[in-house]
């Protein structure tokens, strides 16, 4: 009969009650989840396949060798994992799901409440799944990854009544939905039995707490044998989660930081597909693949409000310019990285990323080879009813409904141009953006990170980056 893996707190005495002894087997699944990724990128599977990319495994291998790696592949205990969740899902062992549900929101916003919600998943033991209300209009993650350890798609269609309180559509205002995401919600029977609602959607800080202060052993402790435990988040806690004073010991017998937890976690659970690679390989990765040189990646992101009218402004005289002009620190700050880090000889490229084709356009022309970036493509949000401007509610809408094709190639677009922002050595990144956050914590550099806030003076000191704890607590949080 298999037995669910579960965390045991192996860390101080709380009150009169003396923890548990940490269960060797379910603290090694964990390390082996994060030694599975080596094992993607040291034998670069999703790499190597790319004769361009055979040099790019040195920004995502640093922490151990291939030969451990793959020793790691066959063992027994990873395998047990799998069988385990296997078993959950295929209905041979008894229910025991964390269900995470998408909202409709970006798709870094979304990446992070997934990476946080595969630990939580992890510590409670539990078989993390995910299920999409309208699978068109938030293309699922796998229109871009493949499983590398097992398919965490949910077996079945969630009952309506489970989700509703999740949807947009049921709220007339943001600060309505962000009011809901309280955490627990009741569910009407006959649902209350074997489902239970947690609500982290656009959740402020304060009711995001309880992820570093909980035991998550058993969770939730109220119903330690519930069936479902249905999540809806957008917010990361990765590093809340590893410092959490209850399982801090279980990430430090893994050797596992709270820096390197999201880019673990992410790797679990996304490999990208053949169509990202066709689209990002030769002409966005190869570049960036270059041990030797220094790659500054440049993220600017304007909002939806830019992204939405940047077409419709294309080849208006001042509109450029301005763009340029609000983005003039971010240069600035790739510009002190470079001459502080670079040395003689030496190749640089700097990458940039912005949700404005037209801001793309205009840095191409003024720093021309040196700068890595798409001019051709116009940004569309993969959320998408949040395309709302002609333009880019064209891109991905026929009528009034979402065009399942045309979202699932933002979503590979969202997924592979977030990838090549992670080859970066540095990251100058918009303060306010999920993406740029999650790409540099992809990285697996360390000060790294320059965050800047657009229409304020850089300040950008280049040996000075960003401290990991403020990134990953910052915005949608890591």
Known sequence: MMTHLRFSHGGSTRGTTQAAPPNLITLLTLGLLCVNTIILLSDHQWLTDNRWLKQAVHTLEQAGDSGQASAAAADPLMQQYRQLHSAITSGEAPPRFLVSVAPETGMAERLTGLVTQLYMALLSGRALTAFHPDPDAVPPFSSACEHPLFNWSHPQPLPRAVYAPLLADDYQTFAQQRDAAAGLHALPPPFDESYQLFNLINASAPTTVWLGTTNLTGWPQERPGLAHAVVGSNRGATWKLANNAYHADDFWRLSLRPEEA?????WALCRPNAEVQRLYARSVWGPLADPHALKIGIQVRFGDEVLNSDDDRAGEPKYGASLM?????FFECAAAIESAYSVPGQAV???????SRELRRA????????????TDSRAVHSSCRANTGKATRGKVMAGWACDPEATQRVMQHALGSMLALSLADFHVITE???LGRAAAALSGKWNNVHELTLGEASGCDPYTGAHPMMVALHGAGI
């Open 262 to 266: 999201f880019m673990c976690g992410f």
């Open 325 to 329: 002009s609000l983005a003039t620190p």
């Open 349 to 355: 490229v700097w990458y940039l990323l912005s949700d």
């Open 363 to 374: 840095a191409k022309d003024k720093f021309g080879d040196k700068l890595l970036t798409d």
């Open 432 to 434: 306010a953006s999920q």
